[in-house]
């Protein structure tokens, strides 16, 4: 059992100065409770449909969701081995697509795999600019909050688009990409 996120919360995962890159994997997760046919319609309007069940009986479900944290790596890299920030990027890299392979399989879960790294201000030359990157799963959560607060106003334009978007990089995550311009 890992530790419970829920999506509405900030958290903070304690590092250490000597960590250079943290990889995070977190299944998501939701619970359904039954709950009485809703009498009239949501705060925005809405009106819950029923679940139809094979035998013809309708049942009306509140869900959660959330997500917990499976497993997280810290990452330390020498001075003495004279890594360059790409070659501290592809060690992440390689470490993430690793952690991929190992929870392919993993049942009945739909795996998140987010690393951040700690950037130095001085990059010499022929050093990956990602200056205007952002890592997907940032991104992600981004997303995901603008939803749940464009709901919350009561806004589904803008819940609809921000779904759109989340949805567009919930495949990137899925193709292995892991990061998204910031334009």
Known sequence: MGTKID?????????YSFHDAVIT????????????PPTKPNKWGHTLAPTVHADGSEH???YNHWEEVIAVVPLHFNYEDNLTEADKIKVVLETVDAL???YASYPDGEISISWTMRRYVSMSRGEPNLQHLSPLS???QRLM?????????GDFDQSDSAELELEYINTCIS????????F
């Open 7 to 15: 999506h509405d919360k900030l958290y903070k995962i304690q590092t």
């Open 25 to 36: 994997v977190t299944e998501s997760l939701y619970s359904r409770t039954e709950i009485d």
């Open 60 to 62: 009306y479900y509140k």
């Open 100 to 102: 991929q392979k190992a």
């Open 138 to 140: 940032e991104e992600r």
């Open 145 to 153: 909050d603008a939803v749940e607060e464009a709901q919350w106003q």
């Open 175 to 182: 193709k292995g990409e892991l990061y998204v311009p910031l």
